[in-house]
């Protein structure tokens, strides 16, 4: 049974997640996967089940989601697939590329490792006068407000310490009931944009729920000078939720690209989008980090 592999970009603003929710007794909820499966079967004519890479949760979002799907008779081109389910999808979710993949592919075991991106403003710099601490309409679902001025080089030098491989139970929600919670970060940068605006960028081979936006929030903490940029190791070692910082909004967070095997990579990707437009595939094939395979997270 022929199986396709598709790059999906969505804005989460309007999603329940990504994951399909059918509450007992009520109507599906609007669900990034739920909303392309139905755009899937409605193409191919016949109901198909459509997996993701990354369980995002509600109100996150995506440059680099993958997801697969097979089916009996494709009926379409894989050239054509990507521009034929755009015109059956809604404009806060875009397929950027489809492509064919083995029969056994599989967008969460086979995953080597994967990229989220935090936007977050802070303070009052570079905003227009009379809006200091108030968040800027325009970007409020894609742009994370803190009211306090951070300090950005502080921030620096905590992020370099959340890489490696280390028990992250401290940047876990608790409870956490997965066997283990030790996980490995390729990569914690903290990118200055402009004045007030800054990025964290991290990658890994899998994450804890809502991890990403917790080491997040414990840098923040680092910023406003509440912790030491040194205490992060200290804070892997407690194990212990309540010694990281807060819960970041979903608002600032997006999954930017995942990375498979090359035999797997996204080089084969056809029809609109398969050169990406986003930067994700030369991210993934740049990244020289062996991963754990691990299913992940809502970071």
């Known amino acids: 049974m022929p199986r396709f592999r598709l790059l999906v970009a969505y804005d989460g603003t309007e999603f329940h997640g990504w994951q399909r929710q059918e509450p007992p007794g009520m109507a599906p909820l609007r669900t990034a996967q739920g909303v392309l499966t139905d755009a ?15 369980r995002t949760d509600s109100g996150v979002h995506a440059r680099g989601q993958v997801a697969a799907f097979s089916v009996a008779d494709p009926r379409v081109p894989v050239e ?6 755009n015109t059956r999808l809604p404009a806060d979710l875009e397929v950027r590329g489809a492509c064919l993949v083995p029969d056994s ?28 601490g108030r968040a800027d309409p325009f970007e409020r679902h894609t742009t994370a407000q803190c009211r306090h001025p951070l300090d950005v080089a502080r921030m620096k030098s905590a992020a370099a310490q959340m890489v490696g491989t280390h028990d992250f139970r401290s940047f876990a929600h608790a409870p956490e009931q997965r066997e ?19 990025r964290i960028d991290v990658s890994g081979g899998g994450f804890l729920y809502h991890m990403v936006r917790i080491m997040v929030g414990t840098l923040v903490e680092v910023g406003r000078g509440r912790l030491e940029p040194d205490s992060i190791a200290q804070i892997i070692s407690a194990r212990d939720r309540g010694s990281a910082g807060p819960t970041m909004s979903p608002a600032g967070l997006c999954l930017e690209w995942v990375h498979y095997e090359s035999s797997k990579e996204s080089s084969k990707e056809s029809s609109k989008g398969s050169s990406n437009g986003t930067g994700e595939a030369s991210a993934e094939n740049a990244n020289p980090h062996p991963a754990q395979s691990s299913e992940d997270s809502i970071p």
Not at 40 to 54: H, T
């Open 40 to 54: 899937v079967s409605d193409l191919m004519r016949e109901r198909v089940s459509v997996d993701g890479a990354s």
């Open 80 to 85: 054509r697939i990507a521009m034929a389910l």
């Open 105 to 132: 592919f599989d967008p969460i075991r086979d995953c080597l490792s994967k990229s989220y991106s935090y936007r977050l403003r802070h303070g009052c710099e570079g905003r227009p006068s009379g809006l200091d």
């Open 180 to 198: 283990s919670t030790v996980r490995t970060v390729h990569g914690c940068v903290v990118v200055e944009l402009s004045p007030g605006v800054i």
